[in-house]
């Protein structure tokens, strides 16, 4: 039997990767096995040795994603996607999840203060110039607002401001960044979900708090219809975006509650971190999954969804063009 291999690719993490490969193995299913990934020489065309690979650090080295790319169209399984995901940003997740129902802060895209490198004013001859800050601010209900970027994580440039000098001052300083402006949501309750597979775990957690003690033992709010509807909604937003492992964000207020950041698709699963309940359950239904999805692999099997241009191309047929 040919030995269907699952591999986690990772940077500077210790707890959860070397979980996964353990948790795998333990399960000696047969023909499956998981392994901390090995990448030699990556040579166009040629097809990796892995049939699944869980992504864990292309967001902040450019050679894996391109080699996750290049292994996803010879039928590796890449969790999650690398091409969606190099594409994605939080403007566009608000409006997706607008779309799908689901209720976020109201939110501005805002140019970046200077100009992207090679460009000059002509760059910008479409664009209006000076924007109505003061309606802006107006539509987004007033201060204190945030400011932050369009694209990334782990709070990095996050500004919240309570006044025009403070949005101006604070607008100085994020240089060539795509931000977005955004509305302040005063939250009762908060959580943090994550979503494995089509799997759920509601968490308990507290943003204000110091890294290590955000996520809280008991919930704040235990309403189960509202419990219910945050499960919903985390459901619905990754299978827009297709995530097939992310974390999503809930501010809950009067009820209602908002999704404020769900473009995690590396998310934290450190056990010194998320507690040892929610650690077991990331490993357990990460593992899970993976192996369902190195259980389905057929090599050249394209399995993302951009895969229907790769195969118009191969056919020489328009799309919809029967």
Request: one cysteine or more; hydrophobic letters at 40%; proline letters at 6%.
């Amino acid at each position: 039997m040919k030995i269907k291999k699952i591999g986690i690719l990772f940077g500077k993490e210790n707890t959860f990767p070397q979980a996964f490969v353990d948790r795998v193995n333990s399960k000696k299913v047969p023909g499956i096995q998981a392994e901390q990934a090995f990448v030699e020489e990556v040579i166009q065309g040629k097809a990796t040795d892995y049939s699944v690979l869980i992504d864990r650090i292309s967001q902040d080295v450019p050679f894996y994603r391109s080699f996750l790319k290049a292994a996803s169209i010879k039928g590796t399984h890449v969790i999650n996607n690398p091409f969606w995901w190099s594409a994605d940003e939080k403007f566009f997740n608000n409006c997706l999840a607008e779309e799908v129902g689901v209720p976020v802060p109201k939110t501005i895209l805002l140019p970046s203060k200077e100009m992207p490198s090679d460009t000059s004013g002509e760059s910008f001859r479409n664009l209006k110039f000076p924007l109505e800050w003061d309606k802006m601010v107006d539509y987004l209900g007033g201060f204190p607002l945030y400011m932050k970027p369009h694209s990334g994580g782990g709070w990095k440039s996050v500004f919240k401001v309570e006044s025009m000098d403070e949005l101006f001052s604070a607008y100085n300083e994020t240089g060539r960044l795509v931000m977005m402006l955004q509305e302040e949501i005063q939250f009762d309750a908060y959580f943090r979900c994550y979503y494995v597979g089509g799997a759920v775990r509601i968490m308990p957690y507290e943003p204000r708090n110091p890294h290590h003690l955000r996520y809280l033992a008991e919930p704040i709010v235990t309403d189960k219809r509202l419990l219910k509807k945050i499960e919903t909604y985390t459901k619905k937003l990754n299978l827009a975006l297709g995530y097939d492992f992310n974390t999503v964000e809930f501010a809950i207020s009067n009820k209602t509650p908002y999704a404020i950041d769900f473009c995690n698709p590396a998310p934290d699963a450190d056990l010194n971190s998320v507690g040892k309940e929610n650690f077991e359950w990331v490993v357990e239904n990460t593992a899970e999954m993976a192996i369902n999805f190195a259980q389905e692999y057929q090599l050249k099997k394209l399995n993302l969804t951009w895969g229907n241009f790769i195969q118009n191309g191969v056919e020489g047929k328009l799309p919809n063009k029967k």
